[in-house]
């Protein structure tokens, strides 16, 4: 039996996610030539999506280059201390910037509904996005912006890390209107969602 490998867990920060507006994203990896990324600093180069046609990405692989990966900028400043009559002061700084290799997640909306499934198929067979888990990595949860590796709560309308998460894209798929005003009766509302 071929021993299965660990799945790394992608860092990520949970920015923006608002209970009150719940929909249901797919996290996927999104390959991008890496001569194409200078397109981000406005400096064009045709990379391996316009040199080939088809699965380019399979080809832009061949060619050495790392697709699903982007380096970070990580700045590193460090002072320097010297010392002068038995105090020390700092005189200045040096700088480094270190490149870090990470996965280039993006987010696939999708309706509540598992029959939108079809959207996803589409960017992996026609723009080669693929799950963080053929990539090696943790898949994420799937409520928008939230990024947080194997989410535990299974619910018909996808994965999600936090019960109050899947109670609210339960509420959404089921057309439920919540209080907005009276915030107890809200909570009772919330409470009585039965996550299925
Ligand atoms: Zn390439
Ligand atoms: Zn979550």
């Known amino acids: 039996m071929v021993a299965k490998k660990d799945l790394e867990e992608i860092p990520w920060e949970r920015m923006g996610v608002k209970l009150s507006t719940p929909a249901r994203t797919i996290k996927m990896l999104r390959p991008v030539c890496p001569e194409t990324i200078s397109l981000d600093t406005g400096n064009a180069a045709p990379g391996c999506e316009t040199k080939f046609t088809g699965a380019w990405w ?12 982007q380096a970070m900028e990580v700045q590193h400043k460090l002072p320097v201390i010297e010392e002068k009559d038995g105090r020390k002061f700092i005189v200045g700084y040096t ?3 270190e490149l870090v290799e990470t996965p280039r997640t993006t987010q696939v909306p999708l309706g509540p509904r598992f029959n939108s499934g079809q959207l996803l198929e589409e960017k992996k067979f026609f723009h080669g996005y693929r799950y963080p888990h053929e990539m090696g990595f943790h898949d994420m949860c799937e409520f928008r912006n939230c990024y947080q590796a194997e989410p535990g709560i ?10 109050d998460e899947a109670k609210m894209i339960t509420a959404d ?3 439920m209107v919540l209080e907005v005003f009276i915030p107890e009766k809200r909570q009772e509302q919330i409470d009585a969602i039965n996550i299925v």
């Open 58 to 69: 399979l080809k832009c692989i061949a060619k050495g280059h790392n697709p699903y990966f």
């Open 95 to 97: 700088e480094e910037v």
């Open 154 to 163: 299974k619910t018909r309308y996808g994965l999600y890390c936090s019960e």
């Open 173 to 175: 798929a089921r057309h």
